[in-house]
């Protein structure tokens, strides 16, 4: 799309973490990825928002050399996907879905066993791990078998095998899928960490506040396509509109407030989940004072109302027409 053929112009290749243009990936009649490009600059994260079946892990698998691309083309560091997979090797990690280490090891087992297969000798292997324990806030779970500890030390642990050598580019698939908001957020901290220390981070989610949080840039993918790409504030822009919620006093008021604000907003209103609710796109905020007086001169109790920039969840909806969190038939994505 535009906005990303931009982000290629304006960039060098030095300055660039991945450039992909065109990535096409078929299963059978299935267009798992179809026609992706992506320009990462160096030292960011970038979130690749998507539901499931979007394309969001299959495009990472290429990009990580796991899968070979039926279509298009695509440079990490400046190397070149089809030919030069051993050094892009090198210089990525790939933490998925799922945990990847041995649940039956302890932490610091696995860390080590890590350590020694990427070359660390017995001492410093044993070190590196005991560095990442402390950093990760592992250090007393170091002796307990993974299968032991929590969804949120499991992710914690995973991420910490993916760094042992630092990585130049981190590829995170969902890293947060089904942790409580505590875990969240301490892998929120790990993330932002990395970055700082200089790693770049493709991040993939369908948590809306979570590339609220950690993405300088998103890009918004459906049925394998990209289809929106930008800041967050960006995003929000090109809605287009701001979002109205009225809280009433009474519920019986909610019908006839609805129609005072759609005559005095012409827009439509709709009734949110509280009972006592009302929600509109408005793109004239001067017409929100007098559509608010005219409630109070209805004799229609206000109790609350906001007024601001449509969230990211409202602009998901508005490019794709439904959720994050679309089922699909599809299966290639969980490959």
Same mark, same amino acid.
């Given at each position: 799309?535009?906005?990303?053929?931009?982000?290629?112009?304006?960039?060098?290749?030095?300055?660039?973490?991945?450039?992909?243009?065109?990535?096409?990936?078929?299963?059978?009649?299935?267009?798992?990825?179809?026609?992706?490009?992506?320009?990462?600059?160096?030292?960011?994260?970038?979130?690749?928002?998507?539901?499931?079946?979007?394309?969001?892990?299959?495009?990472?698998?290429?990009?990580?050399?796991?899968?070979?691309?039926?279509?298009?083309?695509?440079?990490?560091?400046?190397?070149?996907?089809?030919?030069?997979?051993?050094?892009?090797?090198?210089?990525?990690?790939?933490?998925?879905?799922?945990?990847?280490?041995?649940?039956?090891?302890?932490?610091?087992?696995?860390?080590?066993?890590?350590?020694?297969?990427?070359?660390?000798?017995?001492?410093?292997?044993?070190?590196?791990?005991?560095?990442?324990?402390?950093?990760?806030?592992?250090?007393?779970?170091?002796?307990?078998?993974?299968?032991?500890?929590?969804?949120?030390?499991?992710?914690?642990?995973?991420?910490?095998?993916?760094?042992?050598?630092?990585?130049?580019?981190?590829?995170?698939?969902?890293?947060?899928?089904?942790?409580?908001?505590?875990?969240?957020?301490?892998?929120?901290?790990?993330?932002?960490?990395?970055?700082?220390?200089?790693?770049?981070?493709?991040?993939?989610?369908?948590?809306?506040?979570?590339?609220?949080?950690?993405?300088?840039?998103?890009?918004?993918?459906?049925?394998?396509?990209?289809?929106?790409?930008?800041?967050?504030?960006?995003?929000?822009?090109?809605?287009?509109?701001?979002?109205?919620?009225?809280?009433?006093?009474?519920?019986?008021?909610?019908?006839?407030?609805?129609?005072?604000?759609?005559?005095?907003? &012409?827009?439509?209103?709709? =009734?949110?989940?509280?009972?006592?609710?009302? *929600? %509109? @796109?408005?793109? +004239?905020?001067?017409?929100? #004072?007098?559509?608010?007086?005219?409630?109070?001169?209805?004799?229609?109790?206000?109790?609350?109302?906001?007024?601001?920039?449509? &969230?990211?969840?409202?602009? =998901?909806?508005?490019?794709?027409?439904?959720? *994050? %969190? @679309?089922?699909? +038939?599809?299966?290639?994505? #969980?490959?």
């Amino acid at each position: 799309m535009r906005r990303v053929a931009e982000a290629m112009h304006e960039a060098s290749t030095a300055d660039l973490a991945i450039k992909a243009t065109g990535l096409v990936k078929i299963f059978g009649k299935h267009r798992a990825v179809d026609g992706v490009d992506l320009a990462i600059r160096k030292g960011m994260v970038y979130g690749f928002l998507g539901p499931n079946g979007a394309g969001k892990t299959t495009t990472i698998r290429l990009l990580a050399t796991l899968l070979k691309p039926d279509g298009g083309s695509a440079e990490i560091f400046g190397h070149d996907l089809h030919r030069e997979g051993d050094e892009i090797r090198s210089r990525i990690s790939l933490t998925g879905q799922y945990a990847s280490i041995d649940e039956d090891l302890t932490g610091m087992e696995n860390l080590v066993m890590i350590a020694r297969l990427m070359g660390y000798a017995r001492r410093e292997a044993k070190m590196r791990a005991e560095e990442l324990l402390r950093a990760f806030g592992l250090e007393d779970a170091a002796k307990r078998q993974v299968k032991n500890y929590s969804g949120g030390m499991r992710r914690r642990v995973d991420i910490a095998a993916s760094i042992v050598v630092t990585p130049e580019l981190l590829f995170l698939d969902e890293p947060t899928a089904g942790l409580d908001p505590r875990s969240r957020n301490q892998v929120w901290d790990i993330i932002r960490a990395l970055v700082k220390a200089g790693t770049t981070v493709l991040l993939t989610t369908q948590y809306l506040d979570e590339a609220d949080q950690l993405a300088d840039r998103i890009a918004v993918i459906d049925q394998g396509k990209i289809i929106a790409e930008g800041t967050s504030s960006e995003l929000k822009e090109s809605v287009g509109s701001g979002t109205l919620n009225v809280q009433l006093l009474n519920g019986e008021d909610r019908s006839r407030a609805m129609a005072i604000l759609e005559e005095k907003l &012409s827009v439509h209103v709709q =009734f949110a989940a509280d009972s006592t609710s009302l *929600t %509109a @796109q408005v793109n +004239d905020s001067f017409m929100v #004072a007098g559509a608010l007086g005219e409630l109070a001169k209805q004799g229609i109790a206000v109790t609350s109302f906001s007024f601001g920039r449509p &969230s990211l969840d409202e602009v =998901f909806l508005k490019l794709t027409g439904h959720g *994050t %969190a @679309q089922e699909t +038939d599809h299966k290639e994505e #969980a490959i």
